[in-house]
């Protein structure tokens, strides 16, 4: 089963900011928070991944609360190429991705 | 490098009939994954494989499904028999171990059984 909790579904005004929140409260404490997206009929693109830190990559931002039981995937201008369905996931490295059900993103022009 | 490559991208056949989904994971990854993804149970892993031994098949729905990595740089997935319920996307994906690593996915088999 997979062991983080997402909204079913969230709108986001295009040019604005998409914050994506992720509950994973039973995180242990070697286990990284990764987020995926699936665009439609296409296959999970990585997007990041943390472990306590706050990290930034081109893509996005992920904020992770300091005791680590929920965390943020921030878009920061999202675009209409962004609605997707984004997946948070908690795992050990070298473990296998459980997907949960995500949260469906609409970009709303 | 082209990614992650799967053959057929859409498959058609009728209950009954083997199927056989192909993928080329790429180069240099020693782990390889194989997920179905349907509307109603999302996306599922069947089994992944590190250095072509299969690791855990436990997602594997019933003996009907086999797979195979007989070398690093191929995989199959075989239904036998097909039946009308394994209609799904079967994505497969691959990396290269480690937590600094991501899971890259090919484009998908879409699977229809008639």
């Known amino acids: 089963d997979a062991k983080t909790t997402q909204p079913p579904s969230m709108d986001c005004a295009e040019g604005r900011a998409a914050n994506l929140p992720c509950n994973h409260s039973t995180i242990s404490g070697n286990e990284y928070v990764y987020w995926y997206r699936q665009i439609h009929s296409q296959g999970p693109q990585y997007i990041i991944h943390?472990?306590?830190n706050n990290e930034t990559n081109e893509m996005a931002s992920l904020i992770i609360t300091e005791d680590r039981k929920s965390s943020t995937l921030i878009l920061p201008h999202a675009t209409l190429r962004d609605t997707a369905v984004y997946y948070c996931i908690v795992r050990l490295p070298d473990d296998k991705i459980i997907f949960g059900k995500g949260t469906r993103l609409h970009i709303l022009p | 490098d082209a990614g992650v490559i799967q053959s057929p991208r859409h498959e058609v056949t009728e209950m009954g009939q083997e199927v056989t989904l192909r993928c080329k994971p790429i180069?240099?990854?020693?782990?390889l994954f194989w997920y179905r993804q349907t509307m109603m149970r999302g996306l599922e892993l069947l089994i992944y494989f590190n250095n072509n031994v299969p690791i855990d098949d436990s997602g594997m729905p019933e003996d009907r499904f086999s797979a195979k990595m007989p070398n690093a740089s191929f995989s199959t997935l075989k239904i036998q028999p097909s039946e009308p319920r394994d209609s799904a996307v079967y994505f497969c994906a691959s990396y290269t171990g480690g937590h600094y690593n991501e899971q890259f996915f090919g484009p998908g088999t879409r699977l229809t059984v008639l």
């Open positions: 180069s240099g990854h020693d782990y």
């Open positions: 943390g472990l306590k």
